[in-house]
């Protein structure tokens, strides 16, 4: 019974339009005040207490150093490099705009604010050389996802930090698989651009050595973050936290003292833009947590996990019905609120067929990084179609092939274990 009120309210809430935190938070409560005895101030408690947390704090910081990267020229820097780099290619522009979004993922660890960076630039640029509304908007779109495979992520340090599982060995384990799927993004673009014909950038029709060399000097102090970053990390000379406080620091030293293009208008924006971010995102996670411990006070993680495990013993079998399940929350429910909600629940159930905890923890964030791309949710779709000025409907029908790479993409982390823990042994 009380199961059955968690998520009737739950689902109810989500129908009728309830913003994702308010329908956690709510069903939470009607199932404590309904169907126990438990004080319902018990909710309050736990959503203040979940952010007590000192790796959580990583959180904020990295959002503030994306943005106050985008703000001081880093990004433009980036796409200067990229251009240099593929710009010559069919459909370079295109290719241009997913380098430059592998590039920032390294620095921002957030999905839309990749997007709102690269695209606002990149989508009126594609727009104005006449490639597809649909197909400039789904590009940054899509690869904007990458954020959060690509170390630093920030999905990566909440699933850390819920799953006790090391930040350091995410990171480590996040690398060759946002490689992957960066390159498989970039292969569809240029197959799509070549079918198009989209021809390369009018002042890059062959690849120069000296332009790229000449670029590389000009964002060599924005390739040094991710150096700094996870250099320190995995050196043991700071924590995930610590490295994001170095992130922010090392953002406005460059961006005031190098590039000298952040001011204090800059900086008061970027700040106000990361506390309304970083509230957002809060306001999820305690109400994430409060939901989350309902249900593991219920015993639906147990529930769950015997369930799968007497369907099926085989791991392969397990795994399939994992992914296909994240695929579809990721419709629907926002990341950081499945990770909460979701982790407590499938982390018992993978490892119960041996899959180990980091290696699931990259198929988890790659599954529900697909989920940024696919409707209803979608919320690199809204933030591509708001930058770029392109109709939510066209954006959505050109991210289509996106989508089937991308899942193709997860299907092969998850079942070659390889991609992910040969990296993460080297922190072990």
């Known amino acids: 019974m009380t199961v059955a009120i968690l998520f009737g309210v739950f689902i109810l809430c989500f129908l009728i339009g309830v913003p994702i935190a308010i329908s956690l938070g709510v069903s939470a409560l009607a199932a404590i005040w309904f169907g126990t005895d438990l004080p319902i101030s018990l909710i309050a408690q736990k959503a203040f207490t979940s952010l007590d947390s000192f790796p959580l704090l990583a959180i904020p910081f990295f959002i503030l150093a994306g943005v106050l990267m985008g703000k001081g020229g880093i990004s433009k820097r980036l796409l200067d490099l990229a251009t240099a780099l593929v710009g010559w290619m069919t459909g370079g522009l295109s ?31 594609m727009i104005a050389r006449n490639y597809d509304q649909g197909f400039a908007s789904a590009v940054p779109a899509t690869a ?28 480590m384990a996040g690398i060759l698989p946002g490689m992957l799927v960066g390159i498989a993004i970039m292969l569809t673009a240029y197959f799509i651009s070549k079918a198009k014909g989209y021809k390369p950038s009018e002042d890059k029709r062959t690849f120069d050595f000296k332009d790229v060399l000449k670029a590389l000097n ?26 994001a406080v170095t992130a922010v620091v090392y953002a406005l030293i460059v961006g005031i003292f190098i590039y000298k293009e952040l001011d204090f208008k800059a900086i008061y924006d970027g700040f106000m833009e990361t506390i309304m971010i970083n509230a957002t995102t809060m306001i999820i996670i305690s109400f994430s ?10 015993q639906i993680p147990n529930s769950i996990a015997t369930y799968l495990t007497n369907l099926s013993s085989n791991p392969v079998a397990i795994l399939f019905i994992v992914i296909l399940f994240l695929l579809v929350v990721g419709m629907f429910i926002d990341t950081i609120s499945a990770l909460v909600v979701l982790t407590p629940i499938l982390l018992p159930v ?31 779709l809204f933030v591509a179609s708001s930058v770029g000025k392109v109709s939510i409907e066209k954006t959505t029908v050109a991210v289509i092939p996106f989508i089937i790479v991308m899942v193709l993409c997860l299907i092969l982390i998850a079942f070659i274990p390889q991609l992910s823990m040969w990296m993460a042994g080297f922190t072990q």
Request: overall charge negative; some cysteine; aromatic content about 10%.
């Open 95 to 125: 290719l241009v705009t997913i380098v430059a979004c592998m590039f920032f993922a390294a620095i921002a660890g957030s999905g839309p604010a990749t997007v709102a960076a690269i695209g606002g630039f990149m989508i009126p640029a």
């Open 144 to 171: 904007g996802s990458m954020g959060v495979i690509i170390p630093p992520s920030i999905p990566l340090v909440l699933y850390g930090a819920i799953g006790n599982v090391s930040v350091g060995a995410l990171f």
């Open 218 to 243: 000009e964002a060599k102090w924005a390739l040094l973050i991710p150096v700094i970053i996870l250099g320190g990390i995995y050196g043991g000379i700071f924590t995930p936290t610590e490295a």
């Open 289 to 298: 947590v409060s939901f989350a411990f309902f249900m593991t006070l219920e």
């Open 350 to 380: 993978v490892t119960a067929v041996g899959v180990d905890p980091i290696h699931f923890g990259i198929i988890l964030v790659v599954a529900l990084a697909i989920g940024f791309v696919t409707p209803p949710l979608g919320v690199n």
